[in-house]
């Protein structure tokens, strides 16, 4: 299984970036994912997750209606669009497969190796 996120960079608040999430070798169209992100010094934290089908989405309160979490399951990826971006975004962006799409960490098996996102006041 391998899960390859991609998409980060440098970016000035106010900006916008899009994550892109690559899956193979496993069924990607019946996992749900999710999105995490690690800020320096700071524990891993939810960002997003969606559903197998794309049907349902789920944020956290930091990022809402900011941040859009979608998925291609003919291309076997998920996205994570992120606009009007904020200095304290800055953190490693971290993609993962589950069953049923929670905020802990622990309940995914498997993830993806991180893309770095810095913004810049």
């Known amino acids: 299984v391998q899960l390859q996120a991609c998409g980060g960079g440098l970016v000035q608040a106010g900006g916008s970036l899009r994550l892109s999430c690559a899956a193979s070798?496993?069924?990607?169209?019946?996992?749900?994912m999710g999105w995490f992100r690690q800020a320096p010094g700071k524990e891993r934290e939810f960002v997003g997750g969606?559903?197998?089908?794309?049907?349902?989405?789920y944020y956290a309160d930091s990022v809402k209606g900011r941040f859009t979490i979608s998925r291609d399951n003919a291309k076997n990826t998920v996205y994570l669009q992120m606009n009007s971006l904020k200095p304290e975004d800055t953190a490693v962006y971290y993609c993962?497969?589950?069953?049923?799409?929670?905020?802990?960490?622990?309940?995914?098996?498997?993830w993806g190796q991180g893309t770095e996102v810095t913004v810049s006041s």
């Open positions: 993962a497969a589950t069953w049923v799409v929670t905020t802990i960490p622990i309940s995914y098996d498997y």
């Open positions: 070798g496993l069924p990607f169209s019946r996992r749900a």
């Open positions: 969606i559903s197998w089908s794309g049907g349902s989405t």
